[in-house]
């Protein structure tokens, strides 16, 4: 089904050829006002989308937007992700109505399935919102690029992270209480966001309100610090006093258990989101965010065998979470009470990764790429069975020293 008519794209050159491509999943069209390129992480450029469900049964889409880059690592790549800003809400694929959207490009995920993986494990639990992501292919100004998630944009919205947005006004309690959407990136200076590193050396970057008034920054920031000083106080594990009177132990053993399954590299390291509700001083972990890196990985990098923890003993937080017994057998319970259902989902995603096979062909002829045996559909459902019986065995750890 693809047919060049120019030369093949290489990792060192983004020149894109002519294919005459059969896409097999539904189909974005972007074409952007006057065919301008896409330059930067900055600036929208003007441009118009369809979508084609290409016989997927999601409805059609027309209108307009804004495109601009996104990502950290991978806009480096010949592939690139995309942000979207509709001009109308819209939803999309099944997906809540939403003006903002996101094309993942997986460029080091040439299998294409481990952020799936961890949405279905991520969906298994009781954490409030997982994104949903959707393969499509996508053609850009008249060119094949490949094959893509599209997904929502991690952001405050009632059918997403359901907190308060601040206003500029808001800079007194109890309006300046919430809601903060806060995420943990080791990134925080090469981008120069607004944030903190705690003294644990924990990378904090205020996402929204987007700007943060000098009021909610002092806020929130101050209010982290409190956190990571009842957590590391020699009475954090005192249950009113210590660290549970700052963070909702439910979801972060949800969140972690996603992180720890799929062992994440960028778990807790980069992409760890969590938010706080006005009114309320508890932290709440979630939603999960970029997993290119998990599920045995070959890019990674650190190795990623299916054995040994991993979050757990790499994580500042997290080691000390784990030295408090109360709540290593609450994860310990957690995991045990779901491990029926995550125990189904490495057969169900070994059948996603078959039925994209053909896309998948259509993304490797045009970016000139082998997909390696780490990268097969066999091996993603492997990795996680192994993984789950090797925490099945070893799910209740002696607290960490």
Excluded: C
């Excluded at 950290?72 to 995309?82: E, L, M, V």
């Excluded at 997906?95 to 991520?122: G, M």
């Amino acid at each position: 089904s693809k047919v060049p008519t120019g030369t093949p794209a290489t990792a060192a050159s983004q020149a894109a050829p002519t294919w005459h491509v059969e896409p097999e999943l539904p189909i974005v069209r972007i074409d952007t006002d006057n065919a301008a390129p896409i330059l930067d992480k900055e600036n929208y450029v003007r441009a118009t989308m369809t979508l084609d469900p290409n016989g997927s049964g999601f409805a059609a889409y027309t209108g307009t937007l804004g495109i601009k880059g996104r990502g950290n690592s991978t806009w480096g790549f010949p592939k690139k992700p995309y942000r979207l800003k509709l001009d109308s809400k819209s939803p999309m694929m099944g997906i809540a109505s939403s003006k903002d959207w996101v094309l993942l490009a997986n460029w080091f995920d040439k299998s294409q399935i481990r952020t799936s993986a961890a949405e279905a494990i991520s969906k298994s639990t009781d954490l409030a919102w997982t994104p949903t992501y959707r393969h499509v292919e996508v053609i850009l100004n008249g060119q094949y690029v490949g094959v893509y998630q599209f997904t929502e944009a991690v952001k405050p919205a009632s059918a997403r992270i359901d907190i308060e947005e601040l206003e500029e006004t808001d800079n007194a309690e109890p309006e300046i209480t919430g809601g903060h959407l806060l995420e943990i990136d080791a990134r925080l200076e090469e981008h120069d966001e607004p944030g903190i590193r705690t003294p644990r050396n924990v990378p904090v970057v205020i996402k929204q309100p987007e700007p943060a008034t000098p009021q909610q920054s002092a806020y929130i920031l101050g209010h982290v610090q409190d956190f990571e000083d009842a957590l590391f106080a020699p009475n954090f594990a005192d249950p009113v006093n210590g660290y549970r009177r700052y963070l909702d132990v439910d979801s972060f053993v949800d969140h972690y258990l996603v992180q720890e399954i799929t062992r994440n590299g960028d778990g807790f390291w980069s992409s760890t989101y969590f938010y706080k509700e006005r009114g309320d001083d508890h932290f709440y972990f979630g939603p999960i965010w970029d997993f290119d890196r998990s599920v045995g990985s070959p890019v990674t990098v650190k190795p990623q065998p299916a054995d040994g923890w991993y979050s757990r003993t790499t994580a500042p937080w997290v080691r000390r979470l784990f030295q408090d017994p109360a709540f290593a057998a609450e994860v310990d319970a957690r995991f045990r009470e779901l491990l029926p259902t995550f125990s189904a989902l490495p057969e169900q995603l070994e059948a996603v990764g078959e039925s994209l096979g053909p896309a998948i062909d259509n993304d490797e002829a045009r970016w000139a790429y082998t997909v390696g045996a780490a990268d097969e559909p066999e091996y993603i459902e492997d990795w996680l069975e192994t993984r789950l019986a090797w925490m099945d065995a070893n799910s209740t750890p002696a607290p960490t020293p």
